[in-house]
């Protein structure tokens, strides 16, 4: 079992950077595949960025190419969220999660599950 927490939340005018990071638990780390997903109130959780086990494939949704990285650190079992350029648009709960392998759909991906950390960006 992986336990994940994130952190480095918080609020920022729109055209600010965050950087989130999640840490995970366990000696396997580099075994699995982790992503960032997000969920604002009312709305539907939805899929962010991942990134394969060795990190040499990343995948993001259309809207944050150019402005999100994701970047994870092995040694350290840290997984990262560079976001540049936030929107308000983008004000949501953030969450790290890990899988054993890539399945067709992000939904059916990932397994475990973060508690979150809050991103805020005002106008």
């Known amino acids: 079992q992986v336990q994940l927490v994130e952190s480095g939340g918080g609020l920022v005018q729109a055209g600010a950077s965050l950087r989130l990071s999640c840490l995970a638990s366990?000696?396997?780390?580099?075994?699995?595949?982790m992503g960032w997903f997000r969920q604002a109130p009312g709305q539907d959780r939805e899929f962010v960025a991942a990134?394969?086990?060795?990190?040499?494939?990343?995948y993001y949704r259309d809207s944050v190419k150019g402005r999100f990285t994701i970047s994870r650190d092995n040694a350290k079992n840290m997984l990262y969220l560079q976001m540049n350029n936030l929107k308000p648009e983008e004000t949501a709960v953030y969450y790290c999660?890990?899988?054993?392998?890539?399945?067709?759909?992000?939904?059916?991906?990932?397994?475990?599950w973060g508690q979150g950390t809050q991103v805020t960006v005002s106008s």
């Open positions: 366990g000696s396997t780390f580099s075994r699995y595949v």
């Open positions: 999660a890990s899988g054993s392998e890539l399945r067709s759909r992000w939904s059916d991906t990932f397994d475990y």
């Open positions: 990134t394969s086990g060795s990190g040499g494939r990343t």
